[in-house]
């Protein structure tokens, strides 16, 4: 048995070994940044859902408010301002920069009890005129030191 390589036997070379460790790695890091980005946007869409919930219920609950009420008491009786409000209660309370806070046990955002959440949530009303109010819900929420905002509006009017 000898040891001595002759030229023409086959084998891996140093650079064919360095080249393909290099090609596996490049693709090893592509792979895994993909899978980072994914992660991020799931986790923003997330956040971005819940806070269109909670807009939405902030939208509902200020209807729910009015639709119990006579227009012209409910529209004589609100001051422009902004507020907070919860699902559970007719109150406009004056606005309070107060977390909403989430309770696991039953799944609701709502400042009485439950764990802090990163939402914040503000109701701003404004009388267009005696026969119109409008109705501005800002969600705001932080994910890793940036703040995130979603705004929706809607428009009541003297309808009976």
């Known amino acids: 048995m000898s040891n001595i390589i002759k030229k023409n036997e086959s084998g891996f070379s140093l650079l064919g070994v360095i080249a393909a460790f290099f090609i596996i790695t490049v693709g090893m890091v592509g792979i895994l ?3 980072s980005t994914t992660i991020k946007g799931s986790s923003l869409s997330k956040m971005r859902l819940i806070a269109s ?4 219920e902030g939208i509902e609950v200020v209807r729910n408010i009015r639709a119990d009420t006579d227009w012209t008491i409910w529209h004589t009786g609100v001051s422009n301002g902004d ?7 007719s109150i406009l309370i004056p606005f309070l920069e107060t977390s909403l806070r989430f309770d696991p046990s039953n799944g609701l955002y709502q400042y009485d009890s439950g764990n802090n959440s990163p939402f914040y949530r503000k109701v701003s009303l404004t009388k267009i005129s005696n026969n119109e109010a409008k109705i501005v819900v800002e969600i705001k ?4 030191g940036q703040w995130h905002y979603l705004t929706v ?4 009017w003297d309808w009976r």
């Open 153 to 156: 509006e809607d428009r009541l």
């Open 83 to 89: 507020y907070i409000i919860q699902y559970n209660s």
């Open 141 to 144: 929420w932080q994910t890793k």
């Open 53 to 56: 919930g909670l807009a939405q």
């Open 33 to 35: 940044g993909l899978a």
